[in-house]
């Protein structure tokens, strides 16, 4: 049972490891809730899918694997798609060339692909870092894609179906559901899985190997001056990372029984599980959980609306970059946009007026600099 | 015996022509990245912008000048070319330079996934900018490719090679001649590697690192743009065409060393034409040797064949 | 013994170190000082002790074993700490952080990946010890990157210590901090290390300092050895004083 903790005056408590203040409890428990109800919810309404929410989870849940190198060791790897459709294509592979049908044995194939493609990117790419090490896993990622495109065994562009054994479907505690009944289990499936993953990371998130990746993401040097094999600590940082998305690829391919290219491996696929993870906040835990329901959802919604939705999506991440660095949750949290601004509020109403006023002032300010500066670029005059 | 001789000749010029190609959209990334610390992510779409806007200036020009006849006909439609490839790169500047001073300026002393973000941010607008202004279908415009190439060049020697092929790789000579010259030899071009190589020391000189960083992007907006002017004559223009360049670029980059203008250049020639003897001689490895020789060059040098100008991390 | 042998770096045209020769910790917990003006190539020397860079001639000898083909961080394994001139803390952790941090690494604890970081009561109790020690108590829970200049030296120094080494490195851990502070600072750093019996190299330019605390000084000059002697040298040899105080100082 929950155990209470005083710290600092603070009340927190502590189950099973995780400890959270109060706040933090109910909304952890309300979140779980949710999860739990999508179906229910999703059955009620038009514009709530099932399939896109779920397609959210598990690009959030690739996006929280990423996050344990962007938001520690601060790497930002724009190719963590390679992971996804790793997963994803070892799962379709597995299941049409060694007839695998059973869906715990696809994912664990899907883990072990995801974690063997980690390691070997990881190796070629980690003596580097910042914008070098984005480069290369892009490049990376872009190579998978090129492969999967290219060889006629993987489909091709067309993709490959997960339709294994005589029902064509993958095997749930042995047996085969209807499609609709199918959805939900795997729904179910991937909510745990997420549930576990969320703990496991939380776990590494309060360990000393967390320290040792804060300590390499900080001052690289220094790491190694206090005995740290940097390249080693990298390395399995990478790996992590990389099982988090083939669980994710593997789930993916379980639950919508097709893979393809684009949608998996493609690098505007990795940057949109790197947003995601910034939209949701990347120095919080299930900030990229969260970014990526919000993104999918949102591109979802956005492809009904009109055919320029990489535009909107542009646009979503200049307002996210200027405006909400922090991200979604990020935000809500202290020292966020949002929760600074409400706190001011608080003390005092009238801070709109003050708002509003500055905002003006600074769109003036920021117009006539921009101005002037293409005027001095374009014509030389000072 | 000729035959493959010949052949083997076409392949290797083929892929010399890809190479000044990819050379001048890799140029650019490569001393963004050098000088700005910026990886541009939109530098592929800039590419294809060239490309679909150059459809329209070699339209218009061509329309103005008419094909060409007999040797001066001919040289004046060579410089007209030149000229609609030039103007189609200006029309770059403008937007580089907007995205440089507008959007990139402000997150310079952020975390550098911002920045990331922003130019990925520019790719996706770049992206459906195209589909808006131009469309869904691929446009070409062979004229210019058909027209070039009734000029005899490679004939005059007995070998029978697209004239236009000859014009591109006639113009990534000059290309590089001048980017060298310019970093090497110009006011402005040693004060951006200055830039480069110690910010702090060339603002203590009274070197305003605004105005370079916006004139580098500038820059390296013109190569793009200029470079998809170039490719598309032979080709046609599509939405996707971006994506390749870029990723090749990267390879380039890795291959040549980070910010090195003259490892660009090495590196651009090498994928090139490695990648054209693949086509011919094993297709599958076409997308795969770039990779490969970029695998090789990170295991061992992993700073790349030519390091950079200025200090590595 | 930490022995460095005829050891040579360049750069370029420029020689670093000149066939530098020197033996340190003969006697546990010896405090030496190298001094020397700008340039004299104090800071390549620590460099090439902790790995940080590579010599082109010449070797490294720990306690009679060859260690120049190391790399940094096996040194630190193999005892030998150090700090930096421009200090290397890690920034966005508290100064009670930065320290845990050091302790669990060097108890080898850090391939946990489902303990809690603050959970191992050996290593807390080193901390709360190191805090105490370097007088750091107060700012325990402060940010490191918000923390004033001397006690991110002494941060700095303090995480060298917290590796437990046979020898401790430190690059002028005095630099940049007020005259008021820096008898605390070097006061702190001296008591700790001949109480652990830790062999201490500091480069240093305040030669009141060096006079007061030496037992050994070094000073090098254009990279090469002027001489070694007792602090007494620095009175006696006329050309190092003008060395050292006509240069720059």
């Given at each position: 049972m929950p155990e209470r903790v005083e710290t600092d005056g603070e009340t927190r408590y502590r189950f099973l490891g995780v400890e959270a203040t109060r706040r933090e409890a109910v909304a952890l428990a309300l979140g779980v809730v949710a999860l739990f109800a999508v179906p229910d919810v999703t059955r009620l309404s038009d514009s709530l899918q099932l399939g896109v929410i779920h397609q959210g989870l598990l690009f959030g849940f690739a996006a929280v694997g990423l996050n344990l190198l962007l938001r520690h060791t601060k790497l930002t790897s724009f190719g963590h798609a390679a992971f996804f459709g790793t997963g994803a294509y070892a799962t379709a592979v597995l299941a049409k060339y060694?007839?695998?049908?059973?869906v715990g044995l696809l994912l664990l194939g899907a883990i072990a692909a995801a974690t063997v493609m980690a390691a070997l990117i990881g190796a070629l790419s980690l003596r580097h870092t910042g914008l070098y090490f984005a480069l290369l896993t892009l490049a990376f990622g872009q190579l998978l894609y090129a492969i999967a495109l290219g060889q006629s065994a993987l489909g091709g562009s067309d993709g490959m179906p997960i339709r294994p054994g005589p029902a064509n479907q993958p095997l749930l505690l042995g047996t085969t559901f209807e499609p609709a009944v199918y959805q939900i289990l795997t729904y179910y499936l991937t909510v745990a899985v997420i549930l576990v993953g969320l703990f496991v990371m939380y776990r590494i998130t309060q360990s000393p190997f967390r320290n040792a990746l804060d300590a390499i993401g900080q001052e690289r040097t220094r790491a190694r001056f206090i005995g740290l094999p940097v390249r080693r600590y990298v390395w399995a940082a990478f790996v992590i990372s990389g099982v988090y998305g083939g669980v994710a690829g593997g789930l993916y391919a379980v639950v919508r029984q097709y893979v393809r290219p684009e949608g998996t491996l493609f690098f505007l696929r990795s940057g949109d599980i790197l947003f995601m993870a910034i939209l949701g906040g990347f120095r919080t835990l299930v900030g990229p959980l969260i970014g990526g329901v919000v993104l999918i959802f949102l591109q979802d919604v956005g492809q009904d609306v009109t055919q320029y939705y990489e535009f909107l999506t542009g646009v979503v991440l200049l307002v996210l970059v200027y405006g909400f660095p922090r991200g979604i949750v990020g935000s809500f949290r202290s020292g966020g946009v949002v929760s600074e601004r409400l706190g001011q509020l608080r003390r005092e109403p009238s801070a709109v007026a003050d708002w509003a006023r500055s905002a003006v002032r600074t769109t003036e300010r920021k117009a006539v600099e921009s101005l002037s500066s293409l005027r001095i670029i374009l014509f030389g005059v000072d | 015996m000729a035959g493959t001789l010949e052949t083997a000749l076409v392949q290797t010029l083929n892929g010399v022509q890809f190479g000044f190609i990819l050379f001048m959209i890799a140029s650019g990334l490569t001393v963004i990245l050098g000088i700005?610390?910026?990886?541009?992510?939109a530098h592929g779409e800039l590419f294809s912008i060239g490309a679909y806007a150059g459809i329209g200036v070699f339209g218009f020009v061509i329309g103005v000048v008419g094909p060409p006849s007999g040797v001066l006909g001919g040289v004046v439609f060579v410089l007209a070319v030149l000229v609609s490839v030039l103007l189609t790169a200006a029309l770059l500047l403008p937007v580089g330079t907007a995205f440089e001073a507008l959007f990139l300026r402000a997150i310079y002393d952020r975390d550098q996934v911002y920045q990331l973000v922003l130019t990925f941010a520019l790719l996706l607008i770049l992206l459906d900018v195209k589909k808006f202004v131009w469309g869904n279908t691929s446009l070409r415009t062979d004229a210019v490719y058909s027209a070039i190439n009734s000029i005899p060049t490679s004939e005059l020697v007995g070998l029978n090679y697209p004239t236009y092929n000859v014009f591109v790789i006639l113009v990534g000579v000059a290309v590089v001649a001048g980017l060298f010259w310019f970093f090497d030899r110009t006011k402005t071009g040693r004060i951006v590697r200055a830039t480069a190589i110690d910010r702090e020391m060339a603002t203590a000189i009274g070197v305003s690192t605004d105005r370079v960083f916006t004139l580098v992007f500038a820059l390296g907006a013109f190569l793009a743009g200029f470079a998809g002017a170039m490719a598309v004559p032979p080709t046609a223009a599509t939405l996707g065409m971006g994506t390749n360049p870029l990723v090749l670029s990267f390879v380039v980059i890795v291959i040549g060393g980070l910010g090195s203008l003259r490892g660009a250049f090495v590196g651009a020639l090498l994928v090139g034409v490695i990648r054209s003897w693949m086509i011919t001689l094993y297709p599958p490895g076409e997308i795969a040797a770039p990779f490969a020789i970029m695998a090789l060059i990170l295991l061992v040098k992993p700073e790349g064949?030519?390091?950079?100008w200025g200090e590595t991390a | 013994m930490l022995e460095a042998r005829n050891l040579r770096k360049s750069f370029g045209e420029l020689v670093a170190t000149d066939d530098v020769s020197l033996e340190f910790g003969r006697e546990d917990g010896e405090l030496v000082f190298i001094v020397g003006p700008n340039g004299a190539g104090k800071t390549t020397f620590v460099n090439l002790l902790t790995g940080f860079l590579s010599p082109d001639e010449g070797s490294i000898v720990l306690d009679g074993d060859d260690i120049t083909a190391m790399s940094a961080n096996e040194r630190v394994d193999a005892g030998i700490a150090r700090s930096f001139q421009v200090v290397k803390v890690f920034e966005e952790m508290t100064v009670r952080e930065n320290l845990r941090t050091v302790v669990l690494t060097e108890r080898g604890k850090t391939w946990s990946l489902f303990s809690m970081a603050d959970g191992h009561d050996d290593v807390e109790r080193t901390v709360d010890d190191l805090l105490s020690k370097f007088r750091l108590d107060d700012a325990a829970d402060t940010v490191a990157e918000e923390l004033p200049h001397g006690d991110r030296k002494l941060l700095d120094v303090a995480m060298s210590f917290g590796l437990d080494p046979d020898y401790l490195l430190l690059d002028e851990p005095t630099s940049g901090v007020s005259t008021r502070e820096k008898e605390y600072v070097i006061e702190t750093v001296v008591e700790v290390g001949r109480e652990a019996g830790v062999t201490t190299v500091t480069i240093e330019h305040d030669m009141d300092i060096v006079t007061e605390y030496a037992d050994r000084v070094v000073a090098l000059h254009q990279g090469a050895v002027h001489g070694v002697g007792p602090p007494t040298m620095l009175e006696t040899d006329d050309e190092l004083r003008r060395l050292l105080l006509g240069v720059g100082e």
């Open positions: 060694a007839g695998l049908q059973s | 700005l610390d910026v990886l541009n992510l064949l030519f390091g950079t | -």
